[in-house]
């Protein structure tokens, strides 16, 4: 149950998703490997040969440029971005939402890299998601978010990085606030479930995430 650092050599904030309720080896969060932390030769050989992924879920958009070209040879790189914490509920980016789980839900994807550029705030979003579709409790839901605070990231690999996480972090409170209007009362997973259901992501798909992922 031990979450699992990567060393990913040119790359950030690397953790093994599973150990709890999820299978380990199949979902990978992380910083952005192309700019500005950049794969080296030996990063694409443990990304495509060890780690042995198969498809790269691009999460940033902002002024970064488009991107849909592989990084890796033999690695699909899919490009769905959206924006993290109260801007998640915003319309403009329900349409990322069902485009990243549409890719969870397909079993041929795996295993998965998703990131956005410190591997902190979009993936620790959907991070949440996930763990939320298994059923995790809201405490190890918070510890996954929080572990960023104890990576090279957050230890200042990155000049000028911020890095630290908390639960108390006033966005990610706000964030879990406005969730509960999802379901109130009830726990994290239980929001987020019926969160991502309002935005269009079938509960065939979560069903079939689930059985993907979970331990």
Excluded: W
Aim: glycine fraction near 8%; charge should be neutral.
């Amino acid at each position: 149950a031990t979450p699992r650092f990567i060393r990913l050599d040119g790359a950030l904030n690397v953790r093994d998703l599973g150990g709890n309720k999820i299978k380990q080896g199949i979902l990978f969060r992380g910083s952005a490997i192309d700019g500005p932390f950049v794969l080296t030769e030996n990063g694409k050989k443990t990304f495509r040969d060890v780690l042995k992924i198969k498809t790269q879920i691009e999460l940033r958009k902002g002024n970064d440029p488009e991107r849909t070209q592989a990084i890796v040879d033999g690695v699909a790189r899919i490009y769905a971005p959206y924006r993290p914490y109260m801007e998640v509920f915003e319309e403009q980016h329900i349409k990322g939402i069902c485009k990243i789980f549409e890719v969870f839900a397909d079993e041929t994807r795996y295993p998965i890299y998703f990131n956005c550029m410190g591997g902190a705030d979009r993936t620790g979003m959907i991070a949440l998601f996930l763990r939320a579709i298994v059923g995790e409790s809201d405490d190890d839901i918070y510890t996954d978010y929080e572990l960023t605070a104890l990576s090279t990231y957050a230890a200042g690999a990155a000049e000028g990085a911020d890095g630290f996480r908390s639960r108390n972090k006033p966005d990610y409170r706000e964030f879990l606030d406005e969730l509960q209007k999802y379901a109130p009362g009830q726990s994290i997973s239980i929001c987020a479930k019926e969160f991502l259901l309002s935005c269009g992501v079938t509960q065939k798909q979560i069903d079939r995430i689930k059985a993907i992922i979970e331990k």
